[in-house]
Nanobody
């Protein structure tokens, strides 16, 4: 089972940037796709971005495309989400998730392990 711990959240003004990190433990990290999800108050958890096990392929939600970048370092067992040009609607708890396979998926059932989340607040 992959254990995941997110960090890097905080308060930022609109237009600013944040870099989220996810530290993973477990022997299977490099064999699994990884993803970032978010959940705003009173809303369902939504997909943000995902990356394949090798890092060769990534996919983004339309709402973040061109502003967010997902990357991974299999040697360090980390996944990062670089968030630029942040908007107030990006405010949410952000969760790192480990996939079930090498290729990424966009459904919540495509992920089997979740971190506890890190809070991101973007002020207008």
């Amino acid at each position: 089972q992959v254990q995941l711990v997110e960090s890097g959240g905080g308060l930022v003004q609109a237009g600013g940037s944040l870099r989220l990190s996810c530290a993973a433990s477990g022997p299977t990290f490099s064999n699994l796709a990884m993803g970032w999800w978010r959940q705003a108050p009173r809303k369902e958890r939504e997909f943000v971005a995902a990356i394949s096990s090798t890092g060769s392929s990534a996919f983004y939600a339309d709402s973040v495309k061109g502003r967010f970048t997902i990357s991974r370092d299999n040697a360090q067992n980390t996944v990062t989400l670089q968030m630029n040009s942040l908007k107030p609607e990006d405010t949410a708890d952000y969760y790192c998730a480990a996939g079930r396979h090498r290729d990424w998926g966009v459904g919540i059932s495509d992920y089997r392990s979740w971190g506890r989340g890190t809070q991101v607040t973007v002020s207008s």
